[in-house]
């Protein structure tokens, strides 16, 4: 019988931190990893972690403290607050990014004027806590580059990865700064070189490149990753968990299991139980990994494992537009950036808005299940003009030079000469688009505010909208034809439902018991924020930070350093 001291189940950010951290104590690890590939919904990700009172912010002067990110997240859990799971996080969290950052591939960029989603809480920061992964390349995995999980093909271009953090703000501006038109060229030179020595891009980035990080500090440490191997139960003897079981075979771990499985975006039993705009478990779409089917929850059914309930959403929602591929099937293109763009608006079938546009892609999912309210499916359309198409692009349509033709033949992109004839190809009210543009419009040219919905109004609005559009970066007329729209849908990052754990991250039963030997990390453990989306990468810091922390309990170390 093969036995290790710690059996990791997923090997994605949460799993690979724990199984680094604790194999550097000289502990044996075995990752196991469901997919033919390693990385899981991490390396489909943006790669960002958010991390509060960090090192590189405070030599930029920023000026953070444990107590604010406290107060943050006090804030945004509400009655889900977990003052020991949360003061862990504050304390290890930076602990955490400085040894990987010292002892391994891991290396990380802030974003120093990434805004908190919600600034203007108590403890809000208007820049400073999230941080993006470095490039990589990928030949640095070696033999084991070919089982690296890719990213999103429609969130590449034509194959490029384009990294998330200051690298697409070149992107955008690559037809009008002469800066960005080189920076953006070299890349592109880049990639054609690559594509034609190797086939396929080696520049990585984004959690694609975090994952070669972690992987490859772990491959340095005799971790092994088995792709192929779900998990299939967990193995308990005198109330201790002792392995797991998988494909009918038993595989010890002498010190304990860490679940990291990536929480449950595609069981239709749990999206039926908790989406209550999906309640048949479709027309409900996730750019997660499909291998994240709550293999966790159900390995622990047996255990009395405590399930966190009552949160405010039970997954991280995103705006979702499916993008036809030339195999007949969907691709899933997660509306991040461009929904805060001056000239972008999103209306219902009805043809009226309902949300701010340009808050985060959670807030935006937050207001079409409220808009919806269980009446037909949760769905909306993004509105634009021709002009600002062209200027920024919109979800799966690139900004000129390329071409329109393909976006408007696969009927992503409807396209009309007028609003009215606009609305009835896409199946919209035509008076009421008429109408909310009319009066968007109005206000755009008299003051360049948004009084329904306060465009423009946070710090994190104009973040993603365009600071040469005065006075508003994110608001301005819709008014020049044809008009596009594109149909967007709601589906998920991941799920925030998920083990309660203690400050350790073990296990808890119902009772409030520690399970022996089990530990959840990532979303196989509760979300700190209690149903909210508070930052970019507040799933990926607490994943990598209770990951470190599990990886040293394991190995006997209670206190992080």
Known sequence: MEQYDVIVAGSGAGGLSAAITAADQGLSV???????????????????????????????????????????????????????????FIENGPKMLDWFDRNTEVQFTLGSYFPDYHPGQPGGLDGGRSLNADPVNLKTLGKNADRLAPPIPEATFMGMMVGSNRELKHFFEATRSVKSFGYVGALLARYGYEKIRYGKTQRLTNGTALVARLAKSAFDRGVEIRTGTPLDDLVVEDGRVTGIVTGGKTLKARKGVVLATGGFPFDMGMRKKLYRHAPTGEGHFSPASPTNTGDAMRATAGLNAAISEGYKHPAAWVPISLVPRKDGTQGTFPHFVDRGKPGVIAVLKSGKRFVNEANSYHDYGEGLIAAHDGNGPAESWLIIDHPTLRYYGLGFVKPYPIPLGPALRSGYLKRGKTLRELAQAAGIDPAGLEKTVTDFNRNARETGDDPEFGRGSTAYNRYLGDPDNKPNPCVKPIETGPFYAIRVVLGDLGSFVGHRTDASARVLTEGGDVIPGLYAVGNDAASLFGGNYSGGGITLGPAMTFGFIAGRHLAGISDAA
């Open 30 to 88: 075995l990752v196991i990893e469901k997919a033919d590939t390693y990385g899981g919904t991490t390396a489909r990700s943006g790669g960002w972690i958010w991390i509060p009172n960090n090192a590189q912010a405070k030599r930029e002067g920023i000026q953070d403290s444990a107590e604010k990110a406290r107060t943050y997240i006090e804030t945004e859990a509400g009655n889900q607050f977990d003052a020991a799971r949360v003061d862990a």
